[in-house]
Protein backbone atom coordinates (compact mmCIF):
# COMPACT_ATOMS: atom_id res chain seq x y z
CA UNK A 1 0.00 0.00 0.00
CA UNK A 2 1.37 3.20 -0.91
CA UNK A 3 1.89 6.40 1.92
CA UNK A 4 -0.88 8.00 0.13
CA UNK A 5 -3.42 4.94 0.56
CA UNK A 6 -2.59 5.86 4.97
CA UNK A 7 -4.47 9.08 4.23
CA UNK A 8 -7.05 8.66 1.38
CA UNK A 9 -10.41 9.68 3.07
CA UNK A 10 -14.14 8.91 1.10
CA UNK A 11 -16.46 11.50 0.67
CA UNK A 12 -19.48 10.74 2.32
CA UNK A 13 -22.47 11.62 0.64
CA UNK A 14 -26.26 11.58 2.02
CA UNK A 15 -28.22 9.29 0.01
CA UNK A 16 -29.44 12.12 -2.04
CA UNK A 17 -26.17 12.55 -3.24
CA UNK A 18 -24.90 15.57 -0.71
CA UNK A 19 -22.11 15.23 1.33
CA UNK A 20 -23.86 14.82 4.73
CA UNK A 21 -21.84 17.67 5.84
CA UNK A 22 -19.57 20.94 4.35
CA UNK A 23 -18.22 21.96 7.27
CA UNK A 24 -16.77 19.80 8.21
CA UNK A 25 -16.79 18.09 5.58
CA UNK A 26 -17.76 14.88 5.59
CA UNK A 27 -15.02 12.61 5.46
CA UNK A 28 -14.32 8.81 6.06
CA UNK A 29 -11.09 6.78 6.49
CA UNK A 30 -10.31 4.18 4.03
CA UNK A 31 -10.97 1.49 6.43
CA UNK A 32 -14.21 2.34 7.26
CA UNK A 33 -15.30 3.40 3.41
CA UNK A 34 -14.17 -0.18 2.67
CA UNK A 35 -16.07 -1.51 5.70
CA UNK A 36 -19.26 -0.22 4.72
CA UNK A 37 -18.88 -1.06 1.32
CA UNK A 38 -18.44 -5.25 2.66
CA UNK A 39 -21.37 -4.44 5.15
CA UNK A 40 -23.33 -3.08 1.80
CA UNK A 41 -24.57 0.33 3.48
CA UNK A 42 -22.71 2.64 1.13
CA UNK A 43 -22.52 3.01 -3.00
CA UNK A 44 -18.83 3.38 -4.39
CA UNK A 45 -19.78 6.16 -6.41
CA UNK A 46 -15.65 7.26 -7.47
CA UNK A 47 -12.45 5.54 -6.75
CA UNK A 48 -9.02 6.44 -6.36
CA UNK A 49 -6.43 4.61 -8.72
CA UNK A 50 -4.91 3.11 -5.65
CA UNK A 51 -5.90 -0.90 -5.06
CA UNK A 52 -5.97 -2.50 -1.40
CA UNK A 53 -4.84 -5.97 -1.63
CA UNK A 54 -6.01 -9.06 0.64
CA UNK A 55 -4.86 -12.59 0.34
CA UNK A 56 -8.02 -13.35 -1.29
CA UNK A 57 -8.87 -9.88 -3.49
CA UNK A 58 -8.00 -6.43 -4.64
CA UNK A 59 -10.30 -3.72 -4.74
CA UNK A 60 -9.47 0.26 -5.26
CA UNK A 61 -10.35 2.66 -2.60
CA UNK A 62 -13.54 4.49 -2.71
CA UNK A 63 -13.04 8.20 -3.12
CA UNK A 64 -16.68 8.86 -2.93
CA UNK A 65 -19.54 6.98 -1.22
CA UNK A 66 -23.22 7.45 -1.14
CA UNK A 67 -25.04 6.26 1.84
CA UNK A 68 -27.68 3.53 1.18
CA UNK A 69 -30.54 4.97 3.45
CA UNK A 70 -30.91 8.71 3.88
CA UNK A 71 -30.28 10.19 7.01
CA UNK A 72 -32.26 13.21 8.08
CA UNK A 73 -30.30 15.95 9.24
CA UNK A 74 -31.20 17.73 12.62
CA UNK A 75 -33.17 20.74 11.81
CA UNK A 76 -31.38 22.95 14.08
CA UNK A 77 -27.58 22.98 13.60
CA UNK A 78 -25.68 22.21 17.19
CA UNK A 79 -25.00 25.83 19.55
CA UNK A 80 -21.32 24.93 19.13
CA UNK A 81 -18.41 27.67 19.19
CA UNK A 82 -17.33 26.77 15.66
CA UNK A 83 -20.70 27.07 14.47
CA UNK A 84 -21.22 30.43 15.36
CA UNK A 85 -18.00 31.56 13.81
CA UNK A 86 -19.08 29.95 10.78
CA UNK A 87 -22.53 31.47 10.94
CA UNK A 88 -20.54 34.90 10.99
CA UNK A 89 -17.78 33.50 8.17
CA UNK A 90 -15.65 33.47 10.38
CA UNK A 91 -15.28 37.29 10.79
CA UNK A 92 -15.17 39.52 14.21
CA UNK A 93 -18.38 40.90 14.32
CA UNK A 94 -17.15 44.43 16.05
CA UNK A 95 -13.79 45.41 13.02
CA UNK A 96 -15.24 42.88 10.09
CA UNK A 97 -11.54 41.11 10.26
CA UNK A 98 -11.49 37.37 8.77
CA UNK A 99 -9.62 35.05 10.93
CA UNK A 100 -8.85 31.36 11.49
CA UNK A 101 -11.41 29.93 13.56
CA UNK A 102 -8.25 29.82 16.34
CA UNK A 103 -7.70 32.83 16.05
CA UNK A 104 -11.46 33.97 17.07
CA UNK A 105 -12.96 34.32 20.59
CA UNK A 106 -17.15 34.57 21.04
CA UNK A 107 -18.21 37.73 22.64
CA UNK A 108 -21.73 37.80 24.52
CA UNK A 109 -23.26 41.04 23.10
CA UNK A 110 -25.04 41.40 26.43
CA UNK A 111 -22.41 40.74 28.80
CA UNK A 112 -23.23 37.74 31.15
CA UNK A 113 -22.51 39.85 34.08
CA UNK A 114 -25.35 42.02 33.03
CA UNK A 115 -27.81 39.08 32.89
CA UNK A 116 -26.70 38.13 29.12
CA UNK A 117 -26.86 34.23 28.11
CA UNK A 118 -24.94 32.16 26.04
CA UNK A 119 -27.31 31.49 23.28
CA UNK A 120 -27.30 31.89 19.36
CA UNK A 121 -28.97 35.29 19.92
CA UNK A 122 -26.70 37.01 22.28
CA UNK A 123 -22.97 35.37 20.93
CA UNK A 124 -20.92 36.94 17.95
CA UNK A 125 -17.37 35.60 16.90
CA UNK A 126 -15.05 38.30 17.85
CA UNK A 127 -11.21 39.04 17.61
CA UNK A 128 -9.18 39.42 20.65
CA UNK A 129 -8.22 43.11 20.39
CA UNK A 130 -12.41 43.62 20.44
CA UNK A 131 -13.10 41.44 22.83
CA UNK A 132 -10.40 43.11 25.70
CA UNK A 133 -11.94 46.52 24.15
CA UNK A 134 -15.83 45.94 25.31
CA UNK A 135 -14.89 43.38 28.29
CA UNK A 136 -18.22 43.39 29.79
CA UNK A 137 -19.81 46.66 28.22
CA UNK A 138 -21.88 46.89 25.73
CA UNK A 139 -20.34 47.93 22.50
CA UNK A 140 -21.22 51.24 22.36
CA UNK A 141 -20.24 51.84 25.72
CA UNK A 142 -16.73 49.97 24.84
CA UNK A 143 -16.91 52.37 21.67
CA UNK A 144 -17.48 49.31 18.88
CA UNK A 145 -20.48 48.80 16.83
CA UNK A 146 -21.96 45.35 16.28
CA UNK A 147 -22.20 44.55 12.77
CA UNK A 148 -24.76 42.23 12.70
CA UNK A 149 -27.17 40.87 15.36
CA UNK A 150 -26.47 37.54 16.15
CA UNK A 151 -29.43 34.92 15.35
CA UNK A 152 -29.71 31.57 15.22
CA UNK A 153 -28.85 30.31 12.01
CA UNK A 154 -30.51 26.90 9.52
CA UNK A 155 -28.40 24.07 8.44
CA UNK A 156 -28.81 25.19 5.21
CA UNK A 157 -27.02 28.45 5.96
CA UNK A 158 -24.42 26.89 8.19
CA UNK A 159 -23.66 24.37 4.95
CA UNK A 160 -23.88 27.58 2.16
CA UNK A 161 -21.25 29.36 4.94
CA UNK A 162 -19.38 25.76 4.73
CA UNK A 163 -19.08 25.54 0.87
CA UNK A 164 -17.08 28.92 0.61
CA UNK A 165 -14.23 27.67 2.94
CA UNK A 166 -12.81 24.54 1.01
CA UNK A 167 -11.01 22.12 3.26
CA UNK A 168 -6.98 21.94 2.60
CA UNK A 169 -7.30 18.81 0.65
CA UNK A 170 -10.06 18.58 -2.19
CA UNK A 171 -9.97 15.21 -4.39
CA UNK A 172 -11.34 15.89 -7.91
CA UNK A 173 -13.25 13.00 -7.81
CA UNK A 174 -15.48 15.15 -5.33
CA UNK A 175 -15.66 18.48 -6.95
CA UNK A 176 -18.95 17.34 -9.14
CA UNK A 177 -20.86 16.65 -5.71
CA UNK A 178 -19.14 19.37 -2.80
CA UNK A 179 -20.50 22.43 -4.98
CA UNK A 180 -23.97 20.44 -6.68
CA UNK A 181 -26.05 23.44 -7.09
CA UNK A 182 -23.38 26.23 -8.31
CA UNK A 183 -24.00 27.23 -11.89
CA UNK A 184 -22.60 24.77 -14.74
CA UNK A 185 -20.68 26.60 -17.56
CA UNK A 186 -21.99 27.09 -20.79
CA UNK A 187 -20.05 26.39 -23.85
Known amino acids: MTAFAQHAPALLLNADFRPVSYFPLSLWSWQNAIKAVFMSRVHVVSEYNT ?3 SPSMEMALPSVIALKDYIQTSQRPAFTRFNVFLRD ?3 CQYCGTHFH ?4 T ?3 VV ?3 RGGRTTWENVVAACSPCNLQKAN ?3 R ?3 LKLLKAPYQPSNTELHKNGRTFPPNYLHESWCDYLYWDSE ?4
Request: aromatic share 8%; charged share 25%; proline share 4%.
Open 101 to 104: AEDL
Open 106 to 108: FDH
Open 137 to 139: KTA
Open 184 to 187: LESG
Open 141 to 143: NAG
Open 89 to 91: RFA
Open 111 to 113: PRS
Open 51 to 53: MVH
